[in-house]
């Protein structure tokens, strides 16, 4: 009997044991490789500040590009990292003067109610360009200035033209590149030039024109050189072809879907300027002065028509039908092709660069054009589909969240491969992408 | 001494802290368990009725025979980018099996019997917002075979065996679904349903000489069919008509096993066993989930799987200390069916060496006990062609298991 009694008691001990047969697990090493990782800053526009949802706020900066690089420099030395951060609650300021936006339910102009993006308020939070969050003893990283073109990264008094540069420069005369510097930076990273291309972009290419290949390297390579003056090392972004964004990508050219009824008035109305119409999908009409006598001509395929068209007047009063889409809502295919190929001269100029000094370069513009084509991360579909696709915010043009870890990741990378360093990637999926009611 | 086995028994669901990994498992008889797992060739005890129908025509007795072996693995997940880990915490598997063996009057050459047991099925449950969360967080799969069993002995030296199964069982697979509600929180869905499957088990056992037996068997594949799941997701308000609730249907093969077996009796005191499987794994070349309402967001999907057939060797020694104690130990070595590409957080494997131990113990003439204990650690690096989930699973895994024989 007595055996028994052990027995159990011993099996009884063995099982209790087995719970605690677990792997081992020891964090990898990570290393800071050939960089100095103490104080890091990046220089960069609207994707660098934090903007998203169209507006600066608070969570969109504590989830910045340069934010999240420098939370992984953190790991291998890096030190504090500060940012103009806004109040928090506050529901943020955009170019216009509006608010964030969220994702909502809106009732269109056929009284058909869906899902939108909207606005948080009525009005955007004026306070934010108003005051001034510079602190000499909490010196920024994070020298995001949304709007930020290459011709006033150095200029002195820009504050007094941008109004979310004002609310960080430490001086009503100091430049973006000066206050920079004057971090004492040991680790640095560009992102310029997206705000150039956007800026045509977003305007339908109607009043602006793009730098040349030799006037970009004139204002770039100088902020190179003055970054690396006291030996810091970093990493170049290129420039995306922001075409490949949901804004200019969300609305089919050929969007326009008739009925009979609908195709047979207009094309009694546009036969005689030799355009036909068919029952469901059509191209829009649009302003084209090169088109013909009449100026007007159908969309093509390629060609982008940009989020900021009212999409009501599109729905109910014939926009883009008997009143054809102004210039500004569209980038036809010779605009699509020359900001193309500035973007390409322009990586080109950045690339070799960052080959003449040793940087590393994160190549951006591979980064959208994978989102476009799609692609799945640790299970998790992205693409850069509007709202579902998971890596752009409302806006359709800056990141979310999790698309701005994403692309660290990338920046990561880089840096990692150029500088033989082991800095640990973020978790992505655990980022917040749009948030649904 | 009931009383304290049964205090044995009670504490087993207690242990909610590891789970059993992989979806076959090898545990059906103890005292194959203590030799590797090997013992097909000849009649060991009403397990034979699992492991070799045709070896049950060489038992003269009537039995009955309960096992169970508690499972308890873990598995750590380190995300190759992110250098995190993550572990699984899931329930003790606990497969089972119960044997009844009969003959109608003693020496008779026709035998029956009734098996039931579980040669696949675990649950697997990963930590809470781990990496993969949106590959799986939970899966649990569950197969019990019933398989009546005619066996006849031919000559003295030849004997036969055939088993319907009919099997029953049920999956739940949980994951999260990367889209999120205004306070951030990640959707989720939950895919249940009762499975049903048919098949068979044939075996052959023959006698070459006293001291050795030769045995072939052949397990066949069951389709484990889902008709009618359940499928339910947990989403945002604004997206339920994306993600309906309702049914859905899939199925899961449990491959077919061939088996060759060889006993060898080298004196009263020492036996050996040897057993070279091959498993049709091939059959499981992809989970698909058909929903019977879907959307742009509810698509019906196919995952490759990929498996490819495999082999494994198993081997084990008996020795007899006393009149009333033989000890076993035994290993053995299995290839894995998962290709590189295609290793999922539901079955981590990897090829793999094992180790067995074991012992019986008899009291009286009609009274014995059985213990075995499995041990092994496998370590997998892989990336996901699918989910693209990049990493090393490392998994322990220790299972102890028990059986109580009645014989009359």
Request: glycine share 8%.
């Amino acid at each position: 009997m007595v055996n028994y009694k052990l027995f159990t008691l011993a099996a009884v001990s063995l099982l209790l044991g087995l719970g605690a047969c677990k792997p081992s697990y020891e964090s990898p090493e990570f290393s800071k490789g050939e960089i100095d990782p103490t104080r890091f800053v990046m220089i960069g526009g609207i994707h660098t500040s934090g903007y998203m949802d169209d507006a600066l706020y608070r969570e969109g900066q504590e989830n910045s590009l340069p934010a999240l690089i420098a939370q992984q420099l953190s790991l291998v030395g890096g030190g504090a990292f500060y940012q103009p951060l806004v109040a928090e609650g506050s529901v943020g300021i955009s170019f216009s003067g509006l608010s964030k936006m969220m994702l909502g339910y809106k009732t269109d102009c056929k009284g058909e109610t869906s899902l939108s993006p909207v606005r948080v308020a009525g009005n955007g939070d004026a306070s934010i360009w108003n005051d001034n969050t510079y602190n000499p003893s909490a010196l920024f990283g994070n020298y995001g200035v949304p709007g930020l073109l290459m011709a006033y990264v150095s200029s002195p008094a820009y504050s007094n033209q941008n109004n979310y540069y004002k609310r960080m420069a430490s001086s009503s005369t100091g430049s973006v590149l000066d206050d920079a510097l004057a971090t004492n930076l040991t680790f640095f990273s560009l992102f310029l030039g997206v705000d150039e291309v956007l800026k045509y972009a977003k305007s339908g290419a109607k009043d602006s024109t793009l730098l040349t290949a030799q006037e970009f390297e004139v204002l770039y390579a100088p902020i190179v050189s003055q970054m690396i003056a006291n030996g810091a090392k970093g990493i170049l972004a290129t420039i995306p072809d922001v075409s490949k964004m949901p804004y200019f990508t969300t609305i089919p050219y050929n969007g326009l879907t008739l009925d009979a009824p609908n195709a047979t008035t207009l094309n009694s109305v546009y036969n005689a300027l030799g355009f036909s119409f068919q029952v469901g999908a059509n191209p829009f009409m649009m302003i084209d002065p090169n088109a013909n006598s009449f100026a007007v001509r159908q969309m093509l395929p390629g060609e982008c028509l940009l989020l900021s068209v009212p999409l009501d007047s599109v729905k109910c009063n014939q926009m883009g039908v008997l009143f054809p889409l102004r210039n500004e809502f569209v980038l036809t295919n010779p605009e699509l092709e020359f900001m193309r190929t500035r973007i390409q001269e322009y990586n080109t100029v950045i690339r070799s660069l960052a080959t003449q000094h040793n940087l590393a370069v994160v190549d951006v513009d591979a980064f959208v054009s994978n989102l476009s084509d799609g692609f799945v991360y640790n299970g998790v579909s992205m693409s850069a589909k509007f709202v579902s696709g998971g890596a752009y915010s409302l806006d359709g043009v800056q990141f979310n969240p999790r698309g701005n870890a994403l692309l660290a990741n990338k920046f990561i990378q880089a840096i990692n491969k150029q500088y033989h360093a082991r800095i640990p990637e973020l978790n992505a999926g655990a980022y917040n992408a749009i948030l649904f009611p | 001494m009931a009383k304290k086995t049964l205090l044995l028994i009670l504490f087993i669901p207690l242990f909610q802290v590891a789970n059993a990994q992989g979806f076959q498992v090898n545990f059906q008889g103890q005292k194959q368990q203590g030799m590797g797992c090997a013992g097909s060739a000849n009649y060991t005890d009403g397990s034979s009725l699992f492991y070799n129908p045709g070896a049950v025509a060489f038992s003269n007795e009537n039995s009955v025979n309960v096992a169970s072996t508690p499972v308890f693995a873990n598995v750590l997940y380190v995300d190759s980018a992110t250098g995190a880990g993550y572990r699984t915490n899931s329930p003790v598997g606990t497969p089972f099996s119960a044997y009844g063996l009969f003959q109608l009057k003693k020496d008779a050459a026709l035998k029956f019997g009734l098996a039931v047991y579980t040669p696949f099925g675990s649950t697997v449950q990963y930590e809470d917002n781990w990496i993969g969360r949106f590959a799986l967080t939970r899966l649990k799969l569950m197969a019990i075979f019933i398989q009546p069993t005619f066996s006849y002995r031919f000559t003295e030296k030849l004997g036969m065996g055939a088993g319907f199964v009919f099997s029953t069982g049920e999956v739940n697979l949980q994951k999260d679904i990367p889209v999120q509600d205004s306070l951030g929180n990640f959707a989720h869905a939950e895919l249940s349903g009762k499975a049903m499957g048919f098949g068979y088990n044939i075996g052959i056992s023959y006698k070459a000489t006293d001291a050795l037996t030769l045995g072939l068997t052949y397990r066949s594949q069951v389709n484990m069919a889902v008709n009618t799941g359940q499928a339910t997701f947990t989403v945002p308000s604004s997206l339920t008509a994306s993600f309906p609730n309702g049914t859905f249907s899939s199925s899961l093969p449990l491959p077919a096993v061939a088996t060759f077996a060889v006993a060898y009796t080298f004196s009263k005191k020492w036996k050996a066993v040897l057993d070279v499987n091959y498993v049709g794994w091939k059959a499981y070349d992809t989970l698909a989930f058909d929903y019977a309402n879907n959307t742009a967001s509810l698509i019906d999907t196919k995952s490759a799987r990929m498996y490819k057939n495999i082999m494994a060797f198993r081997g084990g020694v008996e020795h007899k200390i006393m009149d009333n104690l033989d000890v076993r130990l035994g290993g053995g070595y299995g290839f894995s069916p998962v290709q590189n590409g295609y290793v999922t957080p539901e079955t981590p494997d990897k090829n793999r060496a094992y180790f067995t131990a074991g012992l019986s113990y008899r009291i009286g003439a009609h009274f014995s006990f059985d213990a075995s204990v499995y041990y092994t650690q496998i370590k997998r690096t892989d990336k996901n062609l699918e989910t693209n989930l990049n990493g090393t699973f490392t998994t322990k895994a220790i299972a102890p298991g028990f059986s109580f024989i009645y014989t009359w």
